[in-house]
C-alpha cells in the first residue's frame, strides 16, 4: 500500500447514544480499516470484516496517537476515536502532540478532525439551556497541569459570572480536588447558585441532579458525571415533568 | 387534536453541512408538523407534506418561542431550529423565557432540547484544536448585554489564560466592537498570539484564516464568521497541507 492513500480522522463519538453520532463521523468509522482508542470508547464500535480494533489503556495518549500515524503513513485509514468531541479535552490536541514531535513526512498526511457532540452541550441540553450565556470548560484533573492554576481559573471565571463546565471532576486518584473545587466555588458564587450533576448522559444509567451549592457533596460526581454552575443569572424553573436549568440571554 | 400530543423539540443543526446533523436531530424533523425558527436556517430544511415552515425574523426570539409554544400546546409537533448547538447562544434560552413568562399549562409540556455541533467546535476542527484545554465562549454582540461587561470578561478571560471562542464578532449595527475586542486582545495576550477566523465553515463558502494579533483586523471577520483566540500555549504546526492550530493537553 502507499502511503498517499491512507488517511487518519480523529472522531467524536458523541455521549453514547448512537442517535448523537454524525454522519460524518458514521461515514468515516465505514470507511476504515483500523480503529484506536481508549478500550470503553473503542468497545462502542462494532466488529466488522477488514476491520481491526485497537482499544488502549487510559494515559497513554501520545503512544496511541503516535501507532494510529504510524499505520495511517503505511497507507491504512484510521479513526481514533474519543467519546464527546475530539477537540475538547480528549485525542485531537493529543495526536498533533505527536505530529509535532514525530517524523517530518507525517506532515504530509490527510488528517482531519470530525466533530462530535461534546459532553457539556449533551448536559446543557437535557437540563434545559445553562450555558445559553457566556460559559467557561475547565478540565479538573491535575494529570496534566498544577492545581494553584486550576484554583486561580475557577476564581477569575467566578469573577467574569461565566456559567462553567467541568470536565473530569473526580476520580479515584484524585478524591480531594472535586472538594476543594466546591469550596472555592461556595465562596465566590455563594452557597443559592445551582449546580447540575449531569451522570452518563444519553446512556441507559442517565442521572441529573441540581442542587444548590450550599447543598452540593463531591461525592455526587464521579469520572462519568458532567458538572455545570450557573452564572448569577441562571434561573431554576420548576415544573411537574422536572425543574429546567437555564441561563437567559440577557445581561445587565 | 389533544394538547397532551403534541410536543416541542429545540434542535441544532450544526454549522451548514448535512452530515453533521445528528440522527436525533434528523427524526425529530421527519416527525414534525411544524418548523419554526430564524429564516436562513428554515431554508434549510427541505419541504414536505404535513409539515408547515414558519421563518422568522431575527431578533424576535421571544414571538418565535412563544408561538413555538402555542403550537405545541395545541397538540402540534413542533421543532424549534437553531444553527450550530441551539444551548449556545441560540433558541433554547429564548423558549424557556418564553416559558417561563407565559400561561402555567405550558410547564406541562414535553419539551426536549436536541444538541448540535456547534459553530466553535466546527471552527477548531477545521483549524486543529485550538480549544484542547481549557477555554470560553464568549458572544461579543452587545444587543442584550451592555458593552463594558463584554470587556471586563475578556480581561478576565486573558488573565485565567483561556483559549476564547467568540461568537458574532461583528455586525453591520455594530462595526466599531470589534476593533475594540482586537485592541484588548493584543493589550492583554501580546501581538504574536494566533487568532483564527473561520468563515461558513463546513460549506463551500468556508474560509480559514490565522494571523498573529498584530496583524489581525476587525474586516476579517464578518457575521459568518467564528473567532478563536488561543491560549499561551497554543501552538501552530506549519505544514504543506496547511498549518494545524493547536492547544497541547497541558500546562505548567
Redesign the interface.
Known sequence: MSGTTGWIAIAGL?PG????????VS?ALEAATDIVGYAPYVARIPEREGLTLHASDNRV?LERAAHALTMAAAGQRVVVVSSG??????M???V??A??QGPRDW??L?????????AM??A???A????????????LSDN???WP?IE??LR??A????AMAFYNPRSKARPHGFERVLEILREACGPDRPILFARAVSTPQEQLNVVPLGKARADMADMRTMVIVGSSLT?L?????GA?L???????
Open positions: 458523541g447514544d448512537a442517535a448523537l453520532i454524525t454522519p460524518e461515514a495518549e468531541d475530539p477537540g475538547v479535552f480528549a485531537a490536541a493529543a498533533f502532540e505530529l509535532e506532515r504530509d490527510d488528517i482531519r478532525v470530525l466533530p462530535g457532540i461534546t452541550l449533551a446543557s441540553a437535557r434545559g439551556a445553562p450555558l445559553g450565556h457566556d460559559f467557561c470548560a475547565i478540565n496534566l497541569k498544577p492554576l486561580r481559573r477569575l471565571a469573577e467574569a459570572d461565566f434561573r424553573v420548576e415544573r411537574p415533568r429546567i437555564y441561563t437567559p440571554r440577557s445581561a445587565g
